[in-house]
């Protein structure tokens, strides 16, 4: 999954010399909270509607008259971000969703080799992509599979799944942190009823629970 097929192609952009003012109305025009900055198609910084509001002065010291005027004769290049982090196009979207939790932001431009302004990439963007790959994509039940860590153990049950129950793993993840030399697999299986599916894991060495792993432990000890 690429970002140029997750991105907003074509943003609503500012210029550094257009006002606060003309920013502050974009931002609520567009229903967006990042503005790309640039200059002939060359992105030089980037404004937030928060770094707008850090701008304004406090509606308790100024009247809002004064505070209207002070946005429109403030350009864009006074408060905006210059040092811009940006994703390129054929960048994977899980390394963007890194570069936005690694540096606690809401948005990356994205930008060819040249620094011209192709598209953004926000957070919410990267969550929709993140949601549709762990779909399930119709009928299904999940699972969470806990497996050796180990070459060859995760085809070992798909093939079970696939090969012997003929059932069909509509989407699969592995969860990146193991302990005690295991792993966990959350996966949908197409199926209403995974039952057979369970207990035929379970007779290869895995521990199965539906929907979770921890689900099943609490109703255990409920019993």
């Known amino acids: 999954m690429l970002v140029k097929n997750r991105m907003t192609a074509e943003p609503v952009t500012v210029t550094?010399?257009?006002s606060l003012a003309h920013a502050l109305r974009l931002t609520r025009e567009h229903r967006v909270r990042h503005l790309p900055v640039v200059r002939n198609g060359e992105l030089v910084g980037i404004l937030s509607d928060r770094d707008i509001r850090l701008a304004m002065p406090s509606p308790i010291e100024v009247a809002d008259?004064?505070?209207?005027a002070m946005l429109e004769r403030t350009p864009v290049e006074r408060v905006m971000t210059r040092e811009v982090i940006t994703a390129g196009p054929f960048d994977?979207?899980?390394?963007?969703?890194?570069?936005i939790c690694r540096h606690r932001i809401g948005a990356l431009?994205?930008?060819d080799a040249h620094g011209h302004l192709l598209?953004?990439?926000?957070?919410t963007d990267v969550v929709v992509a993140f949601?549709?790959?762990?779909?399930?994509?119709?009928p299904s039940s999940?699972?969470?599979?806990?497996i050796a860590d180990r070459p060859g153990e995760l085809a070992r049950l798909l093939a079970i799944i696939g090969g012997e129950l003929k059932l069909n793993v509509t989407s699969l993840m592995v969860l990146p942190d193991?302990?005690?030399g295991r792993k966990t697999a959350v996966l949908h299986v197409a199926t209403i009823d995974p039952r057979e599916a369970i207990e035929a894991l379970e007779r290869a060495g895995a521990t199965v629970g539906w929907p979770s792993l921890e689900a099943d432990l609490r109703r255990g000890m409920d019993a």
């Not at 994977?92 to 570069?99: G, R």
């Not at 949601?131 to 119709?138: K, M, N, R, S, T």
């Not at 999940?142 to 806990?146: A, I, N």
């Open 142 to 146: 999940r699972l969470e599979v806990s």
């Open 131 to 138: 949601a549709e790959v762990l779909a399930a994509g119709g």
């Open 65 to 68: 008259p004064e505070r209207a």
């Open 119 to 123: 598209g953004v990439i926000t957070e």
């Open 92 to 99: 994977a979207v899980e390394d963007a969703a890194e570069q």
């Open 109 to 111: 431009p994205v930008v």
């Open 16 to 18: 550094p010399e257009d």
């Open 178 to 180: 193991g302990k005690d």
